[in-house]
């Protein structure tokens, strides 16, 4: 039996799978998420360490065994600042936070973003960590001075468990890792003022880091001294592991908290626009080109509750509306921190248009699935899709909505096994950086196929070409209010 842990933003899942990869037990517990002012959002590390101890003992006592390997994936970005032993020097500042903005739109303005991007095919984002760095440099110099590490979320929980202070490439990708040697770049460093604070850094280990679980953790989990533990990749490269997207052209869709599109390549392309991420992945010369938009399944959430419904109801809401919401059209940009993919714009903002007082709570809802949809197909064209799309995430429990995304997608959508996906990515990285034998095809056979619909296809294509129209004229405006 093998024990895979996704800690997210606001949910740590434990499951665990036997050697066919099938889930014997999932658990699950909420993490709390702090806004002290607009647009800051941080997390208490022990918290979320607490979080993994009542997962880890509740999917184990549920399971009636012990695991023989562990496999930590997270959330990634943000900044954790961790003390010689893996303690919190602060709270961790979230992805999800904007209050560094400004610094990124002084990069953006002197050329910095260009320039990383073109580098390593990384643009960075108010939430990501060179930026977050930049401001804890300027506003509270004395949390950096006090910290050894300034690290990601798995990071922290690793150190935590087994006292090893590393990283992973895939982790490390965004923004100060050669996506080629794979180890720290000098000149983003230098570029982002932080060559001063390149101590901080956790080394970065190859496929991923790997060690024992200590007494004290051991203790804490209930599990035995000395299991292997191995932490890595971060969620978004471990969905993608977990859902069996092996071949370059292929496509990755997470509808959760944001929705995450991934294209693995084997070229690396620093054309186009600055936008998205680089992901190394376990396998050198392999990147997952990835485009996580702001908002997903959070949209959502916010309309159903300006509504008065609820997740339940969202099948039935989106069949009270047709095709093109009675031509309500939404832009949906509901992040505070704006937009990170398929282009950056931190002023980035929602809006629905067309309204009139006939519109329903069904079309406003249709509108946003709609629009969440469109970002999606966005996203992978900037990605450079060729292949079919494998989804995943809390949203693909709406029948509706994964007809929508087959529908605007105009291609054979295939539906990730279920029982959590990136526990069950961070689990075969585990095994194979462990020499285990296993089957990852048996692992990762999808559950089913969603085909589209050729006339839904053809009105979403019009609606598409639309929507990218409607992002042309009102990203002008953006610009035009700073």
């Given at each position: 039996?093998?024990?895979?842990?996704?800690?997210?933003t606001?949910?740590?899942?434990a499951?665990?799978?036997?050697?066919?990869?099938?889930?014997?037990?999932?658990?699950?517990?909420?993490n709390?998420?702090?806004?002290?002012?607009e647009g800051?959002?941080?997390?208490?590390?022990?918290?979320?360490?607490?979080?993994?101890?009542?997962?880890?003992?509740?999917a184990?006592?549920?399971?009636?065994?012990?695991?023989d390997?562990v496999?930590?994936?997270?959330?990634?970005?943000g900044?954790?600042?961790l003390d010689?032993?893996?303690?919190?020097?602060?709270?961790?500042?979230?992805?999800l936070?904007?209050?560094?903005?400004?610094v990124?739109?002084?990069?953006?303005?002197?050329?910095?973003?260009?320039k990383?991007f073109?580098?390593?095919?990384?643009?960075?984002?108010?939430?990501?960590?060179?930026?977050?760095?930049?401001?804890?440099?300027?506003?509270?110099?004395?949390?950096?001075?006090h910290?050894?590490?300034?690290?990601?979320?798995?990071?922290?929980v690793?150190?935590?468990?087994?006292?090893?202070?590393?990283?992973?490439?895939?982790?490390?990708?965004?923004?100060?890792?050669?996506p080629?040697?794979?180890?720290?770049?000098?000149?983003?460093?230098?570029?982002c003022?932080?060559?001063g604070?390149?101590?901080?850094?956790?080394?970065?280990?190859d496929?991923?880091?790997?060690?024992?679980?200590?007494?004290?953790?051991?203790?804490?989990?209930?599990?035995?001294?000395?299991?292997?533990v191995?932490?890595?990749?971060?969620?978004?490269?471990?969905?993608?592991?977990?859902s069996?997207?092996t071949e370059?052209?292929?496509?990755?869709?997470?509808?959760?908290?944001?929705?995450?599109?991934?294209?693995l390549?084997?070229?690396?392309?620093?054309?186009?626009?600055?936008?998205?991420?680089?992901?190394s992945?376990?396998?050198?010369?392999?990147?997952?080109?990835?485009?996580?938009?702001?908002?997903?399944?959070?949209?959502?959430?916010?309309?159903?509750?300006l509504?008065?419904?609820?997740?339940?109801?969202?099948?039935?809401?989106?069949?009270?509306?047709?095709?093109?919401?009675?031509?309500?059209?939404?832009?949906?940009?509901?992040?505070?921190?704006?937009?990170?993919?398929?282009?950056?714009?931190?002023r980035?903002r929602?809006?629905?248009?067309?309204?009139?007082?006939?519109?329903?709570?069904?079309?406003?809802v249709?509108?946003?699935?709609?629009?969440?949809?469109?970002?999606?197909?966005?996203?992978f064209?900037?990605?450079?899709?060729t292949?079919?799309?494998?989804?995943?995430?809390g949203g693909?429990?709406?029948?509706?909505w994964?007809?929508?995304f087959a529908d605007v997608?105009n291609?054979?959508?295939?539906?990730?096994?279920?029982?959590?996906?990136?526990?069950?990515?961070?689990?075969l990285?585990?095994?194979s950086?462990?020499?285990?034998?296993?089957?990852?095809?048996?692992?990762?056979?999808?559950a089913?196929?969603?085909?589209?619909d050729?006339?839904?296809?053809?009105r979403?294509?019009?609606?598409?070409?639309?929507?990218r129209?409607r992002?042309?004229?009102t990203?002008?405006?953006?610009?035009?209010?700073?």
């Amino acid at each position: 039996m093998y024990l895979g842990i996704d800690i997210g933003t606001s949910v740590t899942k434990a499951a665990v799978f036997d050697e066919q990869g099938a889930a014997r037990s999932v658990e699950m517990r909420p993490n709390r998420l702090d806004s002290l002012r607009e647009g800051w959002f941080e997390q208490d590390p022990v918290e979320v360490l607490g979080s993994v101890a009542a997962v880890v003992r509740a999917a184990v006592a549920s399971s009636g065994t012990t695991p023989d390997a562990v496999g930590l994936t997270a959330q990634g970005d943000g900044v954790w600042l961790l003390d010689e032993q893996g303690h919190a020097v602060r709270p961790a500042i979230s992805w999800l936070d904007s209050r560094a903005a400004p610094v990124l739109q002084r990069w953006v303005e002197s050329g910095v973003i260009e320039k990383t991007f073109r580098h390593n095919g990384n643009a960075m984002f108010p939430g990501s960590a060179a930026p977050i760095l930049a401001w804890l440099a300027e506003n509270e110099p004395h949390s950096l001075d006090h910290a050894a590490t300034a690290g990601y979320c798995k990071d922290m929980v690793m150190q935590r468990l087994t006292g090893l202070r590393a990283t992973d490439a895939s982790d490390a990708s965004l923004p100060f890792l050669d996506p080629n040697t794979r180890i720290y770049d000098p000149e983003v460093l230098a570029w982002c003022g932080l060559s001063g604070r390149a101590d901080l850094l956790a080394p970065v280990v190859d496929p991923i880091p790997v060690a024992q679980l200590n007494a004290e953790a051991a203790e804490l989990l209930e599990l035995r001294v000395a299991t292997p533990v191995s932490a890595g990749p971060f969620d978004l490269a471990a969905c993608a592991l977990g859902s069996g997207v092996t071949e370059p052209g292929e496509g990755h869709l997470i509808v959760g908290t944001t929705l995450a599109c991934q294209v693995l390549v084997d070229t690396l392309d620093t054309s186009g626009e600055p936008a998205g991420m680089t992901l190394s992945t376990l396998t050198p010369g392999r990147w997952l080109r990835a485009m996580p938009a702001m908002v997903g399944c959070a949209a959502i959430d916010w309309v159903l509750d300006l509504v008065g419904e609820s997740h339940g109801s969202l099948d039935h809401l989106l069949a009270a509306s047709p095709v093109g919401a009675h031509d309500v059209t939404c832009l949906p940009y509901f992040s505070p921190a704006g937009e990170r993919a398929p282009f950056l714009e931190p002023r980035a903002r929602a809006s629905f248009d067309r309204l009139t007082v006939q519109t329903s709570k069904a079309d406003l809802v249709r509108a946003t699935c709609e629009a969440v949809a469109y970002a999606a197909r966005h996203c992978f064209e900037v990605a450079g899709l060729t292949g079919d799309v494998v989804m995943c995430g809390g949203g693909t429990r709406s029948e509706s909505w994964l007809q929508i995304f087959a529908d605007v997608l105009n291609r054979p959508v295939r539906l990730a096994r279920r029982s959590e996906t990136g526990a069950r990515g961070a689990v075969l990285a585990a095994l194979s950086t462990l020499g285990r034998d296993f089957d990852a095809t048996t692992w990762t056979t999808p559950a089913r196929v969603i085909e589209p619909d050729s006339v839904r296809a053809v009105r979403y294509g019009e609606g598409y070409a639309a929507y990218r129209r409607r992002i042309e004229k009102t990203r002008a405006v953006w610009k035009e209010a700073s």
